[in-house]
């Protein structure tokens, strides 16, 4: 087979067969293919598309180049939620322990954060002593004797997804659907979950912006799955700020235990039991939504939830004892207020800007190597809609010293928009995906 004669196909617009998408994810996987060679086809892909059914191939293909969890020894139907990226995104850490308290297994595989959007296993690193490192039959073992496991991808996983990834950031293919779908699902499909909710963000803050292009992002990635022979469905959700209040890796913590304890409500808790309710029935635990509304508000209401974040951590080698005393984590030194400079009502925030803020702190990467400080971030007072006077604060920064602080408060201030006339609360929950469907709320 030959790679030119792939890359002169589909120049022309025509459709690639499996054997042939094979030839190049493998190729991209153990580097027998140019780099050159890969960017002329990643651009020939973004400039005239795939097929429905070479999405699929070139998903499957990307799987199969590395290694495939296999998850049968697991008791019922294994399940992963999977976001595609947010500010404040605490979701995992609410519903990961509520639907496992509900009887479903949770094997999930997450990644760390880079850019302006927090990751799941920095989050968790800030507990003492908690490692995200299991091989894979510690992974499947914990799982199976207490039902959950968070966990770092494994080296392996993919590995022709992270040749084309690195390749589309430089060569302008980003944006590309096919490309976009097919990264996320196969490292998902690789991960062994047989049932998989997306949490597709739009707005501001997110990957695709517009509500059309986040739907249609979600309709693609959820025809993969179900091709593919895997349980998946969708929920398109709002990012045009952050979801909880709390941003930076230790006071995210801070507040997915305040919510598993009941002290808090809010937007955070709302979407993830939208998106556990969805875990449960792909789990087969329930057969409406408002059956899995209430086991999960009964594993809430009850400290199962809490209960089930205890049993992890301490699996996992970390100290339970922050889920009863929060100022165990990680704590910041100084800590400020951050004044409003004017009156009136929040109208929007630069929810990637807010983001950027967390990462400058110390919270976030610039590059994969950045070392991260567990403590710092801010707590966002206020919601869009929220009334505000001058001088009120509208944030608390949690800094590691002063310079910092003050920087991260002139930022929040710009970040924070104050309008004169009031406006709606976001909508959290834009509309439902699945293979045959879509809902709009």
């Known amino acids: 087979m030959n790679m030119v004669s792939i890359i002169e196909k589909k120049k022309l617009g025509q459709e690639l067969t499996k054997e042939e998408i094979e030839f190049f994810a493998f190729g991209a996987a153990d580097g027998s293919i140019p780099d050159y060679q890969l960017?002329?086809?990643?651009?020939?892909?973004?400039?005239?598309?795939?097929?429905?059914?070479?999405?699929?191939?070139?998903?499957?293909?990307?799987?199969?180049?590395?290694?495939?969890?296999?998850?049968?020894?697991?008791?019922?139907?294994?399940?992963?939620?999977?976001?595609?990226?947010?500010?404040?995104?605490?979701?995992?850490?609410?519903?990961?322990?509520?639907?496992?308290?509900?009887?479903?297994?949770?094997?999930?595989?997450?990644?760390?954060?880079?850019?302006?959007?927090?990751?799941?296993?920095?989050?968790?690193?800030?507990?003492?002593?908690?490692?995200?490192?299991?091989?894979?039959?510690?992974?499947?073992?914990?799982?199976?004797?207490?039902?959950?496991?968070?966990?770092?991808?494994?080296?392996?996983?993919?590995?022709?997804?992270?040749?084309?990834?690195?390749?589309?950031?430089?060569?302008?293919?980003?944006?590309?659907?096919?490309?976009?779908?097919?990264s996320i699902v196969s490292k998902k499909l690789a991960s062994g979950a047989q049932g998989i909710v997306l949490d597709v963000k739009t707005g501001a803050g997110a990957m695709m912006q517009s509500l059309e292009d986040s739907i249609e992002l979600a309709q693609t990635m959820v025809r993969i799955g179900c091709d593919a022979g895997r349980r998946m469905v969708a929920l398109v959700t709002d990012m045009g700020e952050p979801l909880g209040s709390h941003v930076g890796n230790a006071l995210e913590v801070k507040e997915a235990i305040d919510v598993l304890c009941g002290r808090v409500q809010g937007p955070l808790l709302t979407v993830a039991l939208e998106l556990g309710a969805r875990m449960l029935m792909l789990g087969g635990k329930a057969d409406t939504l408002e059956e899995a509304r209430e086991k999960l508000v009964d594993a809430l209401e009850s400290g199962r939830g809490l209960e089930k974040l205890r049993q992890m951590?301490?699996?996992?080698g970390g100290n339970p004892a922050c889920c009863d005393d929060v100022a165990k984590l990680p704590q910041a030194p100084v800590i400020l207020p951050v004044p409003s400079p004017s009156s009136g009502y929040v109208h929007r925030m630069d929810t990637v800007g807010l983001g950027n803020t967390a990462q400058a702190m110390g919270a976030g990467r610039r590059t994969k190597e950045d070392v991260i400080d567990p403590s710092v971030g801010f707590v966002l007072n206020k919601r869009i809609g929220d009334a505000v006077e001058t001088g009120e604060a509208i944030a608390t920064v949690h800094a590691k010293d002063e310079a910092s602080a003050q920087a991260a408060i002139a930022a929040i201030q710009q970040q924070v928009i104050i309008g004169a006339e009031k406006v709606p609360a976001c909508k959290l929950i834009h509309a439902f995906v699945t293979d045959e469907s879509i809902t709009r709320y």
Not at 313 to 316: F, S
């Open 39 to 182: 960017a002329a086809l990643l651009m020939a892909i973004r400039l005239n598309g795939m097929s429905r059914q070479e999405t699929v191939h070139l998903t499957l293909a990307m799987t199969a180049s590395g290694d495939v969890c296999d998850l049968s020894a697991i008791p019922g139907i294994p399940v992963d939620k999977h976001s595609t990226g947010g500010v404040g995104d605490t979701t995992s850490l609410v519903l990961a322990p509520l639907v496992a308290a509900c009887g479903v297994p949770v094997a999930k595989m997450s990644g760390r954060g880079l850019g302006h959007t927090g990751g799941t296993l920095d989050k968790l690193e800030s507990i003492e002593g908690l490692s995200i490192s299991l091989s894979e039959d510690a992974f499947i073992r914990q799982v199976q004797e207490i039902g959950i496991a968070i966990i770092g991808q494994t080296k392996n996983l993919a590995p022709a997804d992270k040749t084309l990834y690195a390749l589309r950031d430089v060569t302008s293919t980003v944006d590309s659907l096919p490309l976009i779908s097919s």
């Open 313 to 316: 951590i301490r699996a996992q």
